[in-house]
T-cell receptor
Framework: SQTIHQWPATLVQPVGSPLSLECTVE??????LYWYRQAAGRGLQLLFY??????ISSEVPQNLSASRPQDRQFILSSKKLLLSDSGFYLC????????????FGSGTRLTVV | GQQLNQSPQSMFIQEGEDVSMNCTSS?????WLWYKQDPGEGPVLLIA?????ELTSNGRLTAQFGITRKDSFLNISASIPSDVGIYFC?????????FGAGTRLTVKP
């Protein structure tokens, strides 16, 4: 069966520090991968998605970036965090056709102080 | 892009009451999905709908794919405290997925 792992679960980082969040998927190959951000009590904002290794599409311009160094690995990064980067970050995967929806990871709570 | 309007934004109900929430769109979708997010967790898929008019149940949950393909509703019968959370609708067409803003459900014992 397919599983998705996301870490760390929580993170407190000072303003201006770098960020690296990692997401890996097991039990499937060539998944579509996504990074979402959820502000407190709010909806889901798509940040990046990837349909293959090295292929990244950005939905929202910001100081975050994403990379996909391996088929089942998706990384969210920042060189210098801002206070506004605080939020709940969710990784998700899907098959090429979206009829079955996404499977989400358990999320990373990021607090920038 | 296509926008989903999900309502209500929040609901406060007594345990045992029934709940209804819905999503509407100005454009059609091929698939409607409903997710639930527990506090501090990622959303989990509850129900997926693939045909206009389709009515699908999952325990106390029932969801329908609107005939016009532009809307969907989710009903929860006889609510219990563990139903608390945020419920998201999502619509999919042509490899594009859109989420509603969520309905926050609070159930008072």
């Amino acid at each position: 069966s397919q599983t998705i792992h996301q870490w760390p679960a929580t993170l407190v980082q000072p303003v201006g520090s770098p960020l690296s969040l990692e997401c890996t998927v097991e039990g499937t190959s060539n998944p579509n991968l996504y990074w979402y951000r959820q502000a407190a009590g709010r909806g889901l904002q798509l940040l990046f998605y990837s349909v293959g290794i090295g292929q990244i599409s950005s939905e929202v311009p910001q100081n975050l970036s994403a990379s996909r160094p391996q088929d089942r690995q998706f990384i969210l990064s920042s060189k210098k965090l801002l206070l506004s980067d605080s939020g709940f970050y969710l990784c998700a995967w899907s098959r090429g056709v979206l009829n079955y929806g996404y499977t989400f990871g358990s999320g990373t709570r990021l607090t920038v102080v | 892009g296509q926008q989903l309007n999900q309502s209500p934004q929040s609901m406060f109900i007594q345990e045992g009451e029934d709940v209804s929430m819905n999503c509407t769109s100005s454009s059609i979708f091929n698939t409607w999905l409903w997710y639930k997010q527990d506090p501090g967790e990622g959303p989990v898929l509850l129900i997926a709908l693939y045909k206009a008019g389709e009515l699908t149940s999952n325990g106390r949950l029932t969801a329908q794919f609107g005939i016009t393909r532009k809307d969907s509703f989710l009903n929860i019968s006889a609510s219990i405290p563990s139903d608390v959370g945020i419920y998201f609708c999502a619509g999919s067409i042509n490899n594009d997925m859109r989420f509603g803003a969520g309905t926050r459900l609070t159930v008072k014992p």
